[in-house]
């Protein structure tokens, strides 16, 4: 984003929260960052005696003796469902709804908070009839249904671990995840439904643990009705809850035992399993999830994340849970049947906080205004973005047209290792702005710093770190403590966490992310992130979405390469190419124009709507696409492949 355009954003979209609102936000001012600054490991010991049932409290707090595998409330014993579960219906909260689930064809389930702790007890008493005891690993491979947050209950219950793996990852992946964790048992489903077809999930399966030794059974819920192929590890999901004891009690565990391991994308390296532990995890979830999200006992939340990755398992499951929440859970996309699926859910079961990702409020502002304005989503009163930087124009448009001008907008940013979100605006205290993520939530130190540590002036560029450990830190990398240390621990020094991710501060030292540092791209010495070059395409009237990524160039080092999807009713011509180019220069800089710009009828994504940038980088350089079985449309790529080639004359 130029210069030009954020100052014009900034005087003209600086909104701060509605009056109303404030009214009876959780926060309005600044007391609890002022606390945990004088005091931040008491600040947390406070918190999680507060907010967490233990059946052991914690004397300690943070223990840093062995840094960076540093240890929290680790005296402190508790089990997670009894959090998330059991206390509500103990306290007479039974009867409130826990889930809305909206099947892909239409159905639709109603789970109450007493339903949901029947049937994790029977799932739990499933396992253990299957072997699986504290410490052993399952891994979940299923579409978004309630099967899924059931199975990682179950797991917490008795004290094994979960591993879940999105369910589009080919076998082969799904393999390595496996195997890297020695999972004993799958729980998996005959397929899944995405975009009115189906997901061959059992398929999958079987091909995978052909070559994983350590599994010993494969649990199986019934979706499609689907034939598929039977092994004697095989069990159905319903013979074995049928089976099951009905009551299971709840495994005591230590604060520090393993709840979850999560395998990050493992595209230049084997997938790293990222290992969070169970108390402090569960405080970054629950405080995280009231602070951000302003929860009321009334609300209706609905955080669009696959369970697959982190923010399902943070916001759908564990921190709305425990905060004793009714959210919504949506097995299918945004745009099937139609793009008007998010507005028909928000208007029919009166949802009042969406949280979705950046990738799909791009998608939902292709298909317009007229999708929303067709239903009542006044019942909003809060929207977020995750995942990735948001360009400020989208921000405008999900501000203006779904949220009606009156609904903060809470811009976050976080990663699998944090296990919950590091900076965001605070609805009831931060006044935003289109793009920024403002600033840190309490207790949390994020520090930018240039190349050799130091921390840079207000309104400079450089690394984002976090100077200061937190409750919800990953713990180590599954079965690698050297690769721990080195990739997150060694840049700046041993009590240092690097992000991986570059960020500025304006003027003002609110903090705006500039994506991955590898999506910083360095034309002839100029450091120009992929997010300032997409957010400039997009400003363009003709653009819907785009994507930049840095290619190599023989003089300049790198070059820009862009690649642009068009609104409707625009035709990919070599004057708007040239158009969208000059636009650029005139955003940003001449430095800024991209070397190829290249038009796409979609960008290539995996199933849960990441942009793949490395592929987009191999077809500029003419490079083998490598892996793309992730992808939700291999076929995008070689519509782009032919643009590239036709551009360069390969």
């Given at each position: 984003m130029s210069d030009a355009i954020e100052a014009h954003l900034r005087e003209t979209r600086r909104v701060s929260p509605p009056a109303d609102f404030v009214q009876h936000a959780r926060i309005t001012d600044r007391s609890l960052h002022d606390e945990a600054d004088a005091d931040f490991t008491g600040f947390w010991h406070r918190r999680a005696l507060e907010q967490i049932s233990w059946y052991h409290e914690p004397t300690q707090s943070l223990d840093d003796s062995n840094a960076p595998f540093y240890r929290w409330f680790a005296d402190g014993t508790l089990n997670l469902t009894y959090n998330c579960l059991d206390r509500h219906v103990d306290g007479g909260g039974g009867k409130k709804i826990a889930y809305t689930w909206i099947g892909e064809p239409g159905d639709e389930r109603v789970i109450t908070y007493a339903e949901l702790l029947a049937d994790v007890e029977r799932a739990a008493s499933a396992l253990k009839a299957h072997g699986v005891g504290k410490g052993d690993r399952v891994a979940i491979y299923l579409g978004m249904v309630p099967e899924l947050p059931i199975a990682m209950l179950a797991c917490a219950r008795i004290g094994a671990i979960h591993s879940v793996i999105f369910g589009g990852f080919a076998a082969n992946a799904l393999a390595d995840r496996i195997q890297d964790a020695t999972c004993r048992l799958v729980i998996t489903g005959d397929g899944a439904w995405r975009r009115g077809s189906i997901i061959p999930l059992k398929d999958i399966v079987d091909e995978a643990v052909a070559d994983c030794p350590s599994v010993e059974h494969v649990l199986v819920v019934k979706r499609t009705e689907q034939d598929v192929a039977w092994h004697d590890h095989d069990t159905w999901w319903h013979d074995a809850m049928a089976a099951a004891e009905p009551r299971c009690a709840p495994e005591v565990m230590?604060?520090?035992?393993?709840?979850?391991?999560?395998?990050?994308?493992?595209?230049?390296?084997?997938?790293?399993?990222?290992?969070?532990?169970?108390?402090?995890?569960?405080?970054?979830?629950?405080?995280?999830?009231?602070?951000?999200?302003?929860?009321?006992?009334?609300?209706?939340?609905?955080?669009?994340?696959?369970?697959?990755?982190?923010?399902?398992?943070?916001?759908?499951?564990?921190?709305?849970?425990?905060?004793?929440?009714?959210?919504?859970?949506?097995?299918?996309?945004?745009?099937?049947?139609?793009?008007?699926?998010?507005?028909?859910?928000?208007?029919?079961?009166?949802?009042?906080?969406?949280?979705?990702?950046?990738?799909?409020?791009?998608?939902?502002?292709k298909a317009g205004e007229a999708a929303v304005e067709?239903?009542?989503?006044?019942?909003?009163?809060?929207?977020?973005?995750?995942?990735?930087?948001?360009?400020?124009?989208?921000?405008?448009?999900?501000?203006?047209?779904?949220?009606g001008g009156r609904c903060p907008i809470v811009d976050t940013w976080w990663q699998t290792e944090t296990g919950s979100t590091v900076l965001s605006p605070l609805p009831g205290l931060s006044t935003t702005k289109p793009g920024s993520a403002i600033g840190p939530l309490p207790g949390m130190k994020p520090v930018i710093v240039d190349e050799q540590g130091n921390e840079v002036a207000i309104g400079g560029g450089g690394y984002l770190t976090l100077q200061r450990p937190w409750p919800s830190m990953l713990r180590t990398i599954w079965g690698d403590d050297q690769r721990y240390i080195d990739t997150y621990w060694s840049q700046y020094g041993p009590t240092v966490y690097f992000t991986g991710d570059g960020a500025r501060t304006d003027a003002d030292g609110d903090i705006w992310l500039l994506g991955r540092v590898d999506d910083v791209i360095n034309v002839a010495g100029h450091?120009?992130?992929?997010?300032?070059?997409?957010?400039?395409?997009?400003?363009?009237?003709?653009?819907?979405?785009?994507?930049?990524?840095?290619?190599?160039?023989?003089?300049?080092?790198?070059?820009?390469?862009?690649?642009?999807?068009?609104?409707?009713?625009?035709?990919?011509?070599?004057?708007?190419?040239?158009?969208?180019?000059?636009?650029?220069?005139?955003?940003?800089?001449?430095?800024?124009?991209?070397g190829l710009l290249l038009f796409a009828p979609d960008l290539p994504k995996t199933r849960s709507g990441k942009i793949m940038r490395r592929l987009l980088k191999n077809i500029a350089e003419g490079k083998e696409l490598g892996d793309a079985t992730t992808l939700r449309d291999p076929s995008i790529l070689l519509a782009i492949k032919e643009d590239a080639d036709r551009q360069l004359g390969r």
């Amino acid at each position: 984003m130029s210069d030009a355009i954020e100052a014009h954003l900034r005087e003209t979209r600086r909104v701060s929260p509605p009056a109303d609102f404030v009214q009876h936000a959780r926060i309005t001012d600044r007391s609890l960052h002022d606390e945990a600054d004088a005091d931040f490991t008491g600040f947390w010991h406070r918190r999680a005696l507060e907010q967490i049932s233990w059946y052991h409290e914690p004397t300690q707090s943070l223990d840093d003796s062995n840094a960076p595998f540093y240890r929290w409330f680790a005296d402190g014993t508790l089990n997670l469902t009894y959090n998330c579960l059991d206390r509500h219906v103990d306290g007479g909260g039974g009867k409130k709804i826990a889930y809305t689930w909206i099947g892909e064809p239409g159905d639709e389930r109603v789970i109450t908070y007493a339903e949901l702790l029947a049937d994790v007890e029977r799932a739990a008493s499933a396992l253990k009839a299957h072997g699986v005891g504290k410490g052993d690993r399952v891994a979940i491979y299923l579409g978004m249904v309630p099967e899924l947050p059931i199975a990682m209950l179950a797991c917490a219950r008795i004290g094994a671990i979960h591993s879940v793996i999105f369910g589009g990852f080919a076998a082969n992946a799904l393999a390595d995840r496996i195997q890297d964790a020695t999972c004993r048992l799958v729980i998996t489903g005959d397929g899944a439904w995405r975009r009115g077809s189906i997901i061959p999930l059992k398929d999958i399966v079987d091909e995978a643990v052909a070559d994983c030794p350590s599994v010993e059974h494969v649990l199986v819920v019934k979706r499609t009705e689907q034939d598929v192929a039977w092994h004697d590890h095989d069990t159905w999901w319903h013979d074995a809850m049928a089976a099951a004891e009905p009551r299971c009690a709840p495994e005591v565990m230590n604060a520090e035992d393993v709840l979850f391991m999560l395998y990050t994308s493992g595209t230049t390296a084997k997938p790293k399993g990222i290992v969070h532990t169970s108390g402090g995890y569960l405080l970054g979830a629950m405080l995280s999830h009231q602070w951000i999200f302003d929860i009321q006992g009334n609300d209706v939340f609905w955080c669009t994340a696959d369970c697959g990755w982190v923010t399902g398992h943070t916001y759908v499951v564990y921190g709305p849970l425990a905060n004793h929440t009714t959210s919504i859970i949506y097995e299918g996309t945004p745009e099937h049947p139609t793009w008007e699926r998010h507005w028909e859910i928000v208007h029919k079961h009166k949802v009042s906080i969406y949280y979705t990702a950046p990738t799909a409020i791009r998608a939902l502002i292709k298909a317009g205004e007229a999708a929303v304005e067709k239903y009542d989503v006044s019942s909003l009163r809060l929207l977020g973005t995750v995942g990735e930087p948001i360009n400020p124009e989208a921000w405008v448009w999900y501000h203006e047209h779904v949220g009606g001008g009156r609904c903060p907008i809470v811009d976050t940013w976080w990663q699998t290792e944090t296990g919950s979100t590091v900076l965001s605006p605070l609805p009831g205290l931060s006044t935003t702005k289109p793009g920024s993520a403002i600033g840190p939530l309490p207790g949390m130190k994020p520090v930018i710093v240039d190349e050799q540590g130091n921390e840079v002036a207000i309104g400079g560029g450089g690394y984002l770190t976090l100077q200061r450990p937190w409750p919800s830190m990953l713990r180590t990398i599954w079965g690698d403590d050297q690769r721990y240390i080195d990739t997150y621990w060694s840049q700046y020094g041993p009590t240092v966490y690097f992000t991986g991710d570059g960020a500025r501060t304006d003027a003002d030292g609110d903090i705006w992310l500039l994506g991955r540092v590898d999506d910083v791209i360095n034309v002839a010495g100029h450091r120009i992130s992929t997010t300032e070059i997409e957010s400039s395409l997009v400003g363009h009237p003709a653009v819907a979405e785009a994507a930049a990524t840095g290619a190599d160039d023989p003089i300049k080092g790198e070059m820009i390469a862009a690649f642009v999807i068009l609104r409707d009713g625009n035709e990919p011509t070599e004057e708007l190419r040239k158009d969208l180019s000059a636009h650029v220069a005139a955003d940003i800089g001449k430095f800024a124009r991209p070397g190829l710009l290249l038009f796409a009828p979609d960008l290539p994504k995996t199933r849960s709507g990441k942009i793949m940038r490395r592929l987009l980088k191999n077809i500029a350089e003419g490079k083998e696409l490598g892996d793309a079985t992730t992808l939700r449309d291999p076929s995008i790529l070689l519509a782009i492949k032919e643009d590239a080639d036709r551009q360069l004359g390969r």
